[in-house]
């Protein structure tokens, strides 16, 4: 008897017939079906029909074939890449079959990403005249008492009649709202082709007020917040200590040796927000006050991390290193496949969740080009979809699916994350924020008003892992 899976109603009118398919639950027919990348395919594949094998009791032995020959091509392709060996005839015609699908559907993207390039030149050029159409528009809306524009009124000779100062009137607040003109896609920034709605960006901010988008940003911002987080006494103590102190130096560093005194005993898991704004205040002094401040010369990209991004990663997370765990430099992960990153978040529970990805855009006064930056965050979002779609469809967590991670640039670590909201699939970002690696006694008090931020991402990744536990 068929019985439905978790996986989602697509994958569910799938089964209903599959077992009618030539071969039976035919692998193909699910790929194209779903039309994610190959990864993903054989991992939504595989687990759908390890389901079924459990669940169902009737055309159990077609389904039993079909993951057998599945899972037993997988296990010689990857015996094989693992050995650098060539692929064999051994594989057998679905091998051979599955070989030539793949190589024809990346034939297929790669000319179909040409083809949106293409497009999103020509709707680029667009948006930007009819963008700069429309501030002129707004501008003159608001500046002069006496213009007006009807609704009828064209783009093009509204600009016209507002440059020449023709015949006026009182304008009303429906000829203002008769003044916005709001190509959608504007508000997005693209990330090798993927619209992505950044949330914190306050031009995208500016864009939306005031039209039709900023109601649904409300919305989606509102999913999306950062949790709530209730700091600590001690912890609002001694940032409260570093608010009110001087600029200097060596007046902080005195305070917040005093504090520390009458503090030593606290219990370090009770109150791991305090220790880690402790730690990471007094770690950041002792550089600032030493003969040769490291953070001032020009440093190595892998240099620059200890001191800087994996010393405040492994001091934050410290206190629940239980449902966590960072590793670095050159790491991969399973379902971004062969990408290497700088550094990843693993769940203990389960090595598949990696609810962080860590990029170092360069070290300090070395190679940290804007160039770098774009490219790493790309090749970030382009990955981390994949983590998405395998937390939304294998995991099954619900909406919106958040992926985080963090950037070192230009002595800046920045703590932000990518939504999947609602079924449009969209992706919204948010940055929590974003700090200097302080190198004068300003700047640590910039860093120390911004710790609850960053407590607040820990949490939100913290509340995710543990969510995707049960």
């Known amino acids: 008897m068929y019985k439905h899976s978790n996986l989602g109603p697509n994958y569910n009118e799938w089964l209903k017939t599959a077992h009618l398919l030539d071969p039976p639950f035919d692998y193909f027919s699910f790929a194209k079906l779903i039309l994610k990348d190959k990864h993903v395919t054989n991992l939504i594949y595989r687990s759908i029909l390890t389901e079924y094998v459990k669940k169902s009791n009737k055309y159990l032995n077609e389904g039993v074939i079909s993951l057998k020959l599945f899972e037993g091509y997988m296990c010689s392709y990857h015996y094989n890449h693992l050995a650098n060996q060539s692929r064999t005839k051994e594989d057998g015609p679905f091998g051979s079959a599955f070989e ?7 034939e297929e993207r790669t000319v179909e990403s040409i083809r949106k390039r293409q497009l999103e030149g020509t709707s680029n050029i667009t948006n930007d005249i009819v963008s ?3 501030r002129v528009i707004k501008k003159s809306c608001a500046t002069s008492p006496h213009f007006s524009v009807s609704p009828s009124t064209s783009a093009i000779s509204s600009t016209y009649i507002a440059d020449e100062k023709s015949e006026t009137s009182t304008i009303s607040s429906e000829d203002i709202a008769s003044c916005d003109i709001s190509p959608t896609g504007y508000a997005y920034k693209k990330y090798d082709g993927l619209n992505v709605l950044d949330l914190d960006n306050p031009d995208i901010l500016e864009y939306m007020s ?7 940003g409300a919305s989606i911002k509102s999913l999306t917040d950062p949790p709530k987080i209730e700091l600590s006494e001690p912890c609002k103590d001694i940032l409260n ?4 102190s ?11 040796r005093s504090f520390i005194g009458t503090n030593n005993s606290l219990d370090e898991s009770e109150y791991a927000d305090y220790y880690f704004a402790e730690s990471t205040l007094h770690h950041f002094l002792q550089m600032m006050t030493s003969p040769r401040n490291p953070i001032l010369f020009p440093m190595k990209e892998r240099t620059t991390a200890p001191i ?11 206190s629940c290193n239980d449902l966590v765990s960072f590793h670095w430099i050159e790491r991969t992960a399973d379902i971004t496949g062969a990408a290497n990153w700088d550094g990843i978040c693993f769940s203990i529970k389960d090595k598949r969740l990696t609810p962080v990805l860590i990029e170092f855009s360069g070290g300090i006064h070395f190679n940290s080009t804007t160039e770098k930056e774009q490219r790493d965050e790309s090749k970030m979002i382009r990955n981390m979809v994949k983590l998405l779609e395998y937390a939304k469809y294998v995991k099954k967590h619900k909406s919106p699916v958040p992926q985080f991670y963090c950037r070192f640039f230009n002595n800046q670590i920045f703590f932000e994350a990518i939504f999947l909201v609602d079924e449009e699939t969209r992706l919204v970002k948010r940055t929590f924020c974003k700090i200097p690696c302080p190198v004068t006694p300003r700047e640590l008090k910039i860093f120390a008003e911004n710790i609850p931020a960053m407590l607040k991402w820990k949490q939100a990744i913290i509340n995710y892992v543990i969510e995707s536990q049960k």
């Open 241 to 244: 200590l570093i608010s009110k």
């Open 100 to 106: 030539k699908y793949w190589i024809k559907r990346e």
């Open 246 to 256: 001087s600029a200097s130096a060596a007046c902080i560093k005195s305070q917040i």
């Open 132 to 134: 700069n159409m429309e």
């Open 308 to 318: 800087t991004t994996i010393y405040l990663l492994h001091a934050m997370f410290l």
């Open 210 to 216: 005031g039209t039709l988008l900023e109601e649904s």
